[in-house]
């Protein structure tokens, strides 16, 4: 039977694949790029950025000579900006550790900073046919539903995932057939059975609801921060850069002081990460910043939290003063 859905499944694959940049090249650097792009990043919002990437930096020696803060520049959007660091050290690591040239084994691709075993594996067997699996989100519950075990750990999972594509005749084909699975037909929000290629070969087919399944609940942590905005017509806003460790680690803020207790007034935004949850309240100044800071007139060398683009976007004149900033979404 496994055979069979293997075939059923790349015939589909064959057929209703996305077409995709990163899908049209065997080359690990854009595939390396693309694959961190995509971690908790919807498609449509990396295609912009990931083309913009590349004429930025159009090798690994371009990236690893970049400054940081060009990096996160161009980072800016995909939130998440660990990863933009990562893949920066990385660039760094490939240069002096293996002249410049991405590694094609296995346990060298995972020994460069921000790339797990998942990842490793999606780059070992799309650039060097290695039959090394995925296990992504979209893997994951593709493999729980097929089986009926919903509750299985990744230890169990990437044995399946494994004894999966050892049945795939091409790994690379396998590993996005899975994906791509996953992210249309079999996904969480969407349980489409009767289109499945695999249906058939599934356990789980016709029986998964997608507003039953079980998600994790995470407790979200209130801060309330103070924004000071210090702005000028002729100078611009006085911005500093963010500790290297943190939430909104290395990017540029206002200066910003943490509030021992909610403002009596109304947040002037309400930015949400992962585990936390930002009242920010602007205030505006006149006078000459004390805090340690630049001036900046246009942000198009500086990476600013997505936060801080909304929050200033609701400030009057700001977009007179830094036509950069967008409206508010």
Wanted: net charge neutral.
């Amino acid at each position: 039977m496994s055979s069979v859905r293997c075939e059923a499944l790349l015939a589909w694959y064959g057929e209703h694949a996305r077409s995709l940049p990163w899908r049209d090249t065997t080359e690990p650097y854009p595939i390396w790029i693309s694959e961190i792009m995509l971690q908790q990043t919807q498609v449509k919002t990396v295609l912009p950025r990931y083309a913009a990437w590349f004429a930025r930096f159009p090798n690994i020696a371009a990236l690893a000579e970049a400054d940081l803060d060009d990096v996160l520049k161009a980072w800016e959007g995909l939130g998440y900006y660990r990863r933009a660091r990562f893949i920066h050290r990385a660039a760094q690591d490939i240069i002096e550790q293996h002249g410049g040239i991405f590694p094609d084994q296995f346990d060298e691709i995972m020994a460069l900073p921000g790339i797990g075993r998942s990842t490793a594996g999606a780059i070992s067997s799309f650039c060097f046919a290695a039959n090394t699996p995925v296990l992504d989100g979209n893997v994951k519950r593709v493999l729980k539903r097929w089986h009926a075990k919903p509750e299985s750990n990744d230890k169990t999972l990437w044995i399946l995932a494994q004894q999966a594509i050892d049945d795939a005749a091409n790994p690379a084909t396998w590993n996005q057939a899975m994906m791509e699975l996953g992210a249309t037909r079999c996904s969480a929000k969407v349980v489409d059975c009767p289109s499945c290629p695999v249906g058939s070969y599934c356990e789980s087919a016709f029986q998964v609801e997608p507003t039953k399944e079980l998600r994790k609940t995470v407790p979200v942590l209130d801060l309330h921060w103070q924004v000071d905005l210090y702005l000028d017509a002729q100078k611009g806003i006085w911005l500093k850069q963010r500790p290297a460790s943190g939430i909104w680690a290395s990017l540029w803020t206002p200066p910003i002081s943490e509030l021992p207790q909610p403002s009596k007034r109304r947040p002037d935004h309400i930015h949400l990460l992962t585990h936390r949850r930002l009242h920010l309240y602007a205030n505006r100044f006149t006078d000459a910043p004390m805090d340690e800071g630049i001036w900046v007139s246009s942000l198009d060398k500086h990476a600013l939290p997505t936060g801080i683009h909304r929050l200033l976007a609701t400030i009057d004149g700001i977009s007179q003063l830094l036509p950069s900033i967008p409206p508010v979404e």
